[in-house]
């Protein structure tokens, strides 16, 4: 058997709910154009619902033995997902000093360029050629101007594979970051195509602070890889009466 490649464990979670959440669904509900947001998207902070939702996970961490529980944490530097990761370990009785603890600017949010702050109301007054664009060329490939597409988003996440199996492997490995860094990740992990994970996106919004585990299999493939174990997983704020929310990040864009 040659050298594991992965690490025994893979969680990939969203943050918990935002402010910038909290903000988009009274801008929506009033059909205003654009998103009153007094911050940087980068510097958004958790909402008071956002920190229950990390603390609750948290404690579902804390049930683990010591040998189960994160070794290795790697977050979006983004406020609201370092406040995450920080509140989960915090609560999980896992001192930071003892764990790997990286904030790695490639699990940043999707950045959406000129669309930022708007509305799918904002969008379709202000910039309704891109509407059309975005609806010829889909959601995967489409690149507002000085935003990204999908596909950058992979593309800069194949890197943080490639150190997570170099750097990493064995360990167990904690990931905090957006909605889509998990379903782009799912889709390297689980080798999709285009069509697959816009599916899986169409179904519904990925749950503040829900998990999606891999563990590692050694009968899969040559060397093992990573097995699916949980999908949104949202049984963590349940149980402890925390509402779950599943909502869009505070810059959206049509759906597809």
């Known amino acids: ?46 909402s008071p619902l956002g920190e229950a939702q990390s603390m609750s996970l948290g404690r579902w961490f804390g049930n683990m033995t010591n040998d ?12 609201r997902a370092r406040m995450t990761a920080q509140l989960i370990l915090s609560h999980a009785g896992i001192a930071k000093g003892d764990i790997a603890f990286v904030a790695d600017e490639r699990l940043r949010e999707k950045e959406f360029g000129i669309l930022d702050r708007l509305t799918r109301v904002g969008i379709m007054q202000k910039y309704p050629e891109l509407s059309e664009q975005r609806a010829h060329v889909g959601k995967f490939y489409f690149r507002p101007p000085g935003g990204e597409s ?8 194949r890197s943080v594979l490639e150190m997570i199996t170099r750097e990493y492997r ?11 860094i998990v379903n782009c990740m799912r ?30 299999d050694p009968a899969l493939g040559r060397r093992g890889k990573l097995a699916l174990r949980l999908v949104n997983f949202t049984a963590p704020l349940e149980e402890q009466g925390t509402p779950v929310t599943s909502e869009p990040d505070a810059v959206i864009a049509p759906k597809a």
């Open 1 to 46: 058997m040659q050298e594991q490649k992965w690490p025994q464990v893979l969680w990939l979670v969203r943050h918990g709910q935002s402010v910038g959440n909290v903000a988009r669904d009274a801008t929506e509900a009033a059909g205003a154009a654009l998103i009153d947001i007094a911050t940087r998207d980068m510097d958004t902070p958790l």
């Open 170 to 180: 064995g360990e167990r490995v904690l990931v905090v970051g957006h909605q889509v």
């Open 150 to 157: 999908w596909c950058d988003v992979i593309l800069r996440l």
């Open 68 to 79: 189960e529980k994160p070794s290795v944490v790697l977050t979006s530097p983004y406020i």
């Open 187 to 216: 889709y390297l992990l689980e080798r999709m195509d285009e069509q697959q994970i816009l599916d899986i996106d169409r179904q519904g919004d990925v749950p503040n602070c829900s998990v999606t585990s891999y563990e590692f």
